[in-house]
Each structure stands twice: as C-alpha cells, then as structure tokens.
C-alpha cells in the first residue's frame, strides 16, 4: 500500500517536473549550460539521496560530455596557438627578410612533422578524434593578434583604463577589480603567472642544482667512509641518508630561492612595464634584468651594483627582450590567446550567450534538480525516458 502510494506521489511529481515544462522533448547537452550550472548538476548527482537511477546515468553522461567539451576547448586553444605562431613567422620572415622559398620549405616539413605526430597519438586520448557531438567550427580571425589588451594578458576592456589602473587589476585583481570573478581565468592571468612562474623556476633550479651537489657530497661520503667508525650497518645506511638529505635541501633552498627571486623580479618588472604602456619593447626587459641583478650584489656598493646590472642586462635582458618584444614570441600573449582567452571568449562560453538563453538554461538546470530529487518510478526510470533525455542506446 505505501509503494503504491509512493508510486503515484512519484508519477505526479514526474508530471508536474517533465509535462508541459522546458524538459519536455529535451535532450541533455552540456553546451546549454553555463560552467557553474554544471558543477551544480554534477554536485547534485553526487547525493546518494532522491532518484539514485537517475543521478547515476545522469553523472555518466555528464561526465563524458564535459570531457568531449574538454577536448573541443583544447583544439581551440591549438588552432588558435599555431595560427598565432605562423603569422609570427611569417611577420619575422618579413622583417628580417628571409627567402620565401625558406619559408615554404618550413612550413612544409613542420606540417609533415605535425601530421606525423597526430597520427602516433591513440584515437582514446587524441583531441582530434571525432565523437558524435556537432561542434561549432573554429575560426581564428588574424585580426586578433595584434590587439594590445593580448600584450597586457588583460581582458579588452582593459585599454580604457590608465597604466596604473591597469597595473592594480593585473597583480591585484581581487582587490581592485570591479567584478571580479576567481574563476574567470582573464582576471587572475598575470597573478597567476607570477606565482607558478616563481614556484616552478624556484623547484626546478633549486633541484637541479641541489641534486648534483648533493650527488658529490655522496660521493665524498663514500669515499671518507673508511677513516669513520659505524656500530653497525644501519648507522652506515643512517648516515648516508642525512648526508645527502642534508646536501639536498641546503642548495636546494640556496639555489631556489636566488631563481625564484631572478624570476620574479624579471617578470614583474618588464611586465609592469608592458602592462603600463600596453607594448613591448627590449629596453623593458633590460631594466627588468639589471634592477635585480644589480640589488643582488647591493654588498659591493654602487660601482659592483652597476657592473652587476650591466652584466645582467646584456646576458639576460637583451637575448630574452629580442625574442620576446623584437621578434614578437612573448609566451605569455600567445599563452593567454589560445589557451586563456579561448574559454572565456567564443562559442560555448558564457559571454556569448545572449540572456534569454542563460535564463533558459538556468530553468533547465531546476527543472533537472526537481527530478532528481524525485525518487524511482517507472514514469522516469525507463529506457524510452533514458534514450530520450540521455541519448542513450539500448
């Protein structure tokens, strides 16, 4: 009597949440929804409470499409890496004036290379394998590569602001963003390439380095392990450990923290400097390089300040600023263009949805809510509803 009941409370609940509603005759698809409205389907299909049938299927459709989308995003961001890298070679073609038939030459065995490289990828993990999706075909407007807010690896509204406004939005955005959004990857772009930049120069240096010097102090261990005393094996084993250990961390920390600080000091410096004036010039990473290297030796007074900055300037500050200003191949604009830029601007992004379509998929994403809080009955839980709102085949 209670199933019964249960039953009939379930098939009304189904009506009013499916009949006549916006999931009528609907299909799921993730590029209806916004990022935020899936990770709220995908935390509510997570409950072990409601309709368990149909949390299960749904999470696994969820999740398969996210990761098909997935894959559509990262063969934007591809398209759009290598259009911006062959305009730059050609631009430097150009400039420099290097023959066209060099160029034709290059462009021929990089594409054979290229090619040759796709097809060695398995078609599982492949960002190019078809799926049964119909994706929106991607288009890389020329245009966009010289636009300035891609210098500052800032949004576009950025060129309205003054160089210091823009400056405490890059570093700062949490502070001085109007709206300011922690998951919107333009916003935190500079922040965040300061910090991992930081970090992962500091990790890897520091580990190098520390691993040879901590490789010959094991070999020096060894080789005055005869004129030492040990009780037994296990001190002998104890004491090889601590001093490699100790060899490791100590110029790990030494070597780290002098990268990390090299690193951060060239980048926020040119990059300020970048951000400030909205281009890119080699003078900026010249002062970038000899402030630091100069405030590096400040024990040797201003004369072993100055030969220390010059040293720098020109060891570091000029090969990197042709590269990256003359030459046009800073890797944080081409970064922020294909890979940043891409998920935010473009089809299947939340700005390009128009409000009518967002107020849409956020009735869609309550609606689904509302079923799944319903529990087992055969108005939901069958493989005609299934098939429809799923896709699934039997």
């Known amino acids: 009597?209670?199933?019964?009941?249960?039953?009939?409370?379930?098939?009304?609940?189904s009506h009013s949440g499916i009949k006549g509603t916006i999931l009528e005759n609907y299909s799921f698809d993730v590029r209806d929804f916004t990022e935020s409205q899936l990770n709220t389907l995908e935390n509510a299909s997570l409950v072990r409470t409601g309709n368990k049938e149909l949390r299960t299927r749904l999470l696994s459709s969820l999740r398969s499409q996210k990761l098909l989308k997935e894959k559509y995003f990262k063969r934007v961001g591809q398209a759009r890496s290598e259009a911006y890298a062959?305009?730059?070679?050609?631009?430097?073609?150009?400039?420099?004036?290097?023959?066209?038939?060099?160029?034709?030459?290059?462009?021929?065995f990089f594409e054979a290379v290229k090619g040759c490289l796709k097809s060695l990828i398995p078609s599982k993990v492949s960002i190019?394998?078809?799926?049964?999706?119909?994706?929106?075909?991607?288009?890389?407007?020329?245009?966009?590569?010289?636009?300035?807010?891609?210098?500052?690896?800032?949004?576009?509204?950025?060129?309205?602001?003054?160089?210091?406004?823009?400056?405490?939005?890059?570093?700062?955005?949490?502070?001085?963003?109007?709206?300011?959004?922690?998951?919107?990857?333009?916003?935190?772009?500079?922040?965040?390439?300061?910090?991992?930049?930081t970090v992962g120069s500091a990790l890897t240096a520091g580990c190098i380095q520390a691993y040879g010097h901590a490789k010959m102090d094991l070999d020096t261990f060894k080789k005055d392990r005869g004129s030492h005393i040990y009780e037994s094996r296990t001190d002998v084993f104890r004491a090889r450990q601590q001093a490699w250990i100790q060899s490791f961390a100590k110029y790990?920390?030494?070597?780290?923290?002098?990268?990390?600080?090299?690193?951060?000091?060239?980048?926020?410096?040119?990059?300020?400097?970048?951000?400030?004036?909205?281009?890119?010039?080699?003078?900026?990473?010249?002062?970038g390089a000899a402030l630091p290297t100069a405030l590096y030796k400040w024990k040797l007074g201003p004369i072993g300040m100055f030969k220390t900055g010059l040293i720098g300037s020109l060891l570091i500050g000029v090969p990197v600023g042709f590269v990256c200003a003359n030459m046009g191949m800073n890797p944080k604009s081409r970064y922020y263009y294909s890979r940043v830029e891409s998920?935010?601007?473009?089809?299947?992004?939340?700005?390009?949805?128009?409000?009518?379509?967002?107020?849409?998929?956020?009735?869609?994403?309550?609606?689904?809510?509302?079923?799944?809080?319903t529990e087992h009955c055969d108005e939901l839980n069958n493989p005609s509803f299934y098939r429809e709102f799923l896709g699934e085949v039997e």
Not at 3 to 12: H, P, V
Not at 86 to 104: C, E, Q
Not at 135 to 158: N, Q, S, T, Y
Not at 260 to 281: C, H, P
């Open 128 to 197: 190019y394998s078809k799926d049964s999706m119909h994706w929106p075909e991607i288009v890389v407007d020329a245009g966009d590569f010289e636009k300035p807010h891609l210098i500052a690896g800032m949004p576009p509204d950025c060129i309205e602001l003054t160089g210091l406004e823009r400056l405490k939005q890059a570093f700062f955005p949490e502070i001085y963003k109007k709206y300011y959004d922690p998951k919107n990857p333009t916003h935190t772009f500079n922040s965040d390439a300061l910090l991992y930049g």
């Open 1 to 13: 009597m209670g199933k019964t009941s249960g039953t009939t409370a379930c098939l009304q609940s």
């Open 86 to 108: 062959k305009h730059l070679r050609y631009k430097n073609a150009t400039n420099y004036h290097v023959p066209g038939t060099v160029v034709a030459v290059y462009e021929t």
């Open 252 to 287: 790990g920390l030494r070597w780290g923290w002098r990268v990390g600080f090299l690193f951060a000091s060239v980048f926020l410096v040119s990059q300020s400097l970048t951000i400030y004036k909205l281009e890119d010039k080699m003078s900026h990473y010249i002062i």
């Open 343 to 373: 998920r935010v601007v473009g089809p299947l992004t939340e700005e390009s949805m128009r409000p009518e379509e967002y107020f849409r998929s956020h009735k869609r994403m309550l609606a689904i809510l509302n079923i799944l809080n």
